[in-house]
């Protein structure tokens, strides 16, 4: 019940004060640049890594990101950036 009110004051906040939905909602904000890169930004930790797939934290769930040859370029507390050949990202409800 509290957490209806309070998904319902965020997106009423948001529709008002005309900020970003990732801000205000807590979600990920993802940019791939064609099928080589892809950056992450509002994610809750790494919590698997390969070259062939990473997952990451989420507030609810977490990301999966499958492909090949994957290095990971840049990583901070709440950013991460991939390279390598990116075949799928799904969102998991886990």
């Known amino acids: 019940m509290a957490k209806n009110i309070a998904q319902r ?8 004060m005309d900020l970003p939905e990732d801000v ?21 930790g790494l919590l698997g ?12 769930g977490q990301l999966l990101i499958k492909g090949d040859s994957f290095v990971i370029k840049t990583i901070l507390p709440e950013e991460i950036m991939l390279e ?5 990202v799904l969102y998991l409800d886990e």
């Open 9 to 16: 004051v965020r997106t009423w906040m948001t529709k008002k």
């Open 24 to 44: 205000i909602m807590d979600l990920p904000r993802i940019t791939m640049i064609g099928q080589i890169h892809i950056y992450i930004e509002n994610h809750r």
């Open 49 to 60: 890594f390969s070259d062939r797939e990473v997952r990451l934290l989420l507030k609810q």
């Open 84 to 88: 390598g050949k990116i075949s799928e």
